[in-house]
């Protein structure tokens, strides 16, 4: 953003062109009359005449400078402050085997559980403003993927290289929520979530889902848990060298009861997600549940430029005086 501090200065110029349109006016009327000046054509003209042409251009452009200059020049870049805490959210997904089943569709085409999931999760991210957000994976294991941010732009980046089995091939939920209080606990916040989200039973993991949510109760952490996906038999796709890839089935155990139980504790709510669009409903509806009302302090930075046009100036008006009292002193 670029202005002028006091445009008012530039006024002045209208003013000097004006003066220097009236002096050229009187100066092209002779001074001396005489019959012919054609006796001069023969002589050769030096370079100092052509430059004492000039000369008062030089003044007026020095004086332009200055006016410029006292009309402050400046260069202004917009800064913002988030004065609000915001909420403090952590995402827990399931990274366990069952997360490949393909029972989902994205723009029409078969994927698997995780990534309709990370499309719905991305555009949740993308709506959020002045939160901070975490995320945590679990398998056989559960460990933090991202301590809490508000880089929306990595924690989609993050999102996207999440990978099935990465943290082994059980389900720990229990472990999940601990460790996601433990994130909860790096920067305090107003309000603090957590979104677990899984398609399968609890069955790995030092800490029950139920103690968990307890704990989770007495820090008043509340819990949105999202249970992905039919129980039954779902699709998986498995490689084999010599057959070429096979679609097989294979039971999938979701425990909605516990899931119900822990948002029940925690005064949560808990959501069952059977395809892609209602997947999309569930966020759509924890975003509007947990908005905050985030004030932003802005501001403009102003760099001054005025020096870049006052040094020029001085360097003009100085060679103006020195010329016009030695080398191209006119004499009336």
Known sequence: ???????????????????????????????????????????????????SKFLPILKYIALILFIIAMA?????????????????????????GSMAALDF??????????????????????KRDG??????????????????????NTISFMLSKLKIGSAGQ??????????????????????NIIILLTDGKSNAGAISPETAAEIAKEQK??????????????????????AGDQYIYRQVDIDMDMLQLIAKTTNGEFFKAENT?????????IDRLEKTEVKVKKWIEYKEYYLYFLIPGFILIFLYIILSNTRLLRIP
């Not at 402050?72 to 366990?96: H, M, V, Y």
């Not at 952490?221 to 129980?231: E, F, L, Q």
């Not at 669009?277 to 509806?285: A, E, F, G, V």
């Open 277 to 285: 669009k209602s997947l999309d409903q569930i966020y759509s509806m």
């Open 131 to 152: 939160d901070r957000i975490g995320m945590v994976v679990f398998g056989t294991n559960a460990f933090t993927q991202l301590p809490l941010t508000r880089d929306y």
């Open 1 to 51: 953003m670029f202005r002028f501090a006091s445009p008012l200065f530039l006024i002045l110029i209208i003013i000097l062109v004006i003066i220097a349109l009236i002096k050229l006016k009187i100066n092209k009327q002779p001074h001396i009359k005489v019959s012919s000046l054609s006796f001069n054509n023969d002589i050769p003209k030096s370079f100092f005449l052509y430059l």
């Open 221 to 242: 952490v509340k819990i949105y848990t999202i249970g992905v996906g039919r129980k039954g038999k779902a699709p998986f796709l498995v490689k084999n060298a010599f």
């Open 72 to 96: 402050r020049p400046q260069s202004g870049s917009e800064k913002s402050q988030i004065k609000t805490q915001g909420i403090n959210i952590i995402l827990a997904i399931d990274l366990s």
């Open 170 to 191: 059980s389900t720990a939920i229990g472990d999940a929520i601990g460790i996601s209080l433990k994130r909860l606990l790096d920067i305090k916040s107003k309000s």
């Open 105 to 126: 569709k994205v723009d029409n085409q078969i994927v698997t559980r995780l990534e309709a999931v990370k499309k719905v999760v991305k555009n949740f991210i993308m």
